[in-house]
C-alpha cells in the first residue's frame, strides 16, 4: 500500500457538515468553496468529495448540484481529483457517463464518481420517480456502474439490465484516464456491491475496531469474486493546540445540536434501513451524538493536537485505509490547519515507519 491520501467534504449543502446551531464560519456558495478548493490543493489534500443534495433534509435548505459545481472548481484548480456524487435513480448512466467524461476533459483526468444508492425517499417521489426497496436500490446501483464502466472502456455498449437498456450507445470523447468509482453503504447488499463493482468503499466514521471488521467483510467478499477493492474513512476533523480545546469544541457542537434536524435525520434513515435484509440501515448504531455529524465522523477520532490526530490516522492506515476523508467545522482555516499541521505529520510518520521496516 502506498502514501495515504487526504480527501474533504465540499460543503456545497448549507449548515456545513454538522447539524448544529454552534455558529460557523463555513459557506456554501461557489465563491466559498473556491477558496476552500485553492486551500486544499495547497495544503496536501489529494481529493475534494462534492455532496448530492437536491432537497432540504437535516436542516440543509440551499444545495449546489455535484457535478456543476465541480466542473466549476476544475477551472479553479489543477491537482485536485473531483469525487462528484450521485443519486442513480435520479440520473441516467449514459447521460452521467457523458458528464464525467466532459469533467475529466476539462480537468486533464482529475474526474471521479461515488455512486450513492439514496437513503432520503423524498427527493425520489418529489421528482416522480420510484422509491425502491433498500436492496434494489443497490441492485441498480449496480447496473448503473456497469453501463458507467461499458461507457467508458468500450466502442459502443449494449446493456440489458432490469434498469437500464443500452442499445449500441458510443461514448465520445473517452475519459482522459480510468475513473476511480467510490461507493459506502454499511448493509449485506452495499458490501456485496462493493465488491464486485467498485474501486473505492467508503466508510462512514467509526471505531478501529468497526472499521477493521467493516474492511475484513469486504476483503473477503471482494476475494471470492477475484477482485481487490480499496478503502476510504471518514473523520470529522477538530484539531487543536491543546487536546482540551479541541474536546470542548466537540461539546460545544453537540450540546448546540439542531435536536429537530438530528430526530427527523434519524427517522428518515430508520425507515430507509427497514427494508433492508438485516432490518437496519447505515445509521442503526448511531448514537445522537454521532448523528450531529451525519455521518458519524466524531466517531473516527480524529479530535485533539496535531500530533493525536495524525497518529490515529497512522493506526487507520495499519488497518488498510488508504483515503481519509475529513469535515471541517470553520471551513477555511480548519482546512488550513489540517493541511498545514497534520498532513505534513502523518507523511513523516509513513517515512520513519518506512525507514524501520514497517509496510503497511
Known sequence: MGNLQFAYWVPNVSGGLVVSKLPQRTGWDFESNKRYAKIAEESGYDFALLQTRFFASYGAENQLEAITLGSALAAVTSKLKLISAVHPGLWHPGVYAKMLSTLDQISNGRAAVNIVSGWFKQEFIGYGEPWLEHDERYRRSEEFIQVLRSLFTEETTTFKGDFYRINEAPLKPKPVSEIPIFQ?????????????????????????????????????????????????????????????????????????????????????????????????????????????????????????????????????????????????????????????????????????????????
Open 184 to 360: 459506502g453503504g454499511n448493509s449485506k447488499a452495499a458490501k456485496e456491491m462493493a465488491a464486485r463493482a467498485s474501486d473505492y468503499y467508503f466508510m462512514n466514521g467509526n471505531t478501529l475496531e468497526g472499521f477493521k471488521k467493516q474492511i475484513n467483510e469486504v476483503r473477503t467478499l471482494a476475494s471470492a469474486q477475484g477482485r481487490e477493492v480499496k478503502f476510504a474513512a471518514n473523520g470529522f476533523a477538530i484539531v487543536r493546540d491543546t487536546e482540551e480545546e479541541a474536546v470542548q469544541l466537540l461539546r460545544d457542537i453537540v450540546s448546540n445540536a439542531d435536536e429537530e434536524a438530528v430526530h427527523g435525520f434519524k427517522e428518515a434513515v430508520k425507515e430507509a434501513g427497514q427494508s433492508t435484509r438485516e432490518k437496519q440501515g447505515m445509521w442503526a448504531e448511531s448514537t445522537f451524538e454521532d448523528l450531529v455529524q451525519y455521518n458519524d465522523g466524531f466517531k473516527t477520532g480524529l479530535i485533539g493536537t496535531p500530533e493525536q490526530v495524525a497518529n490515529r490516522i497512522i493506526e487507520l492506515k495499519k488497518l488498510g485505509i488508504e483515503i481519509i476523508l475529513t469535515g471541517h467545522f470553520h471551513y477555511e482555516e480548519d482546512l488550513q490547519r489540517f493541511g498545514e499541521q497534520v498532513i505534513p505529520l502523518v507523511k513523516k510518520k509513513e517515512e520513519e515507519l518506512a525507514e524501520q521496516g514497517v509496510t503497511v
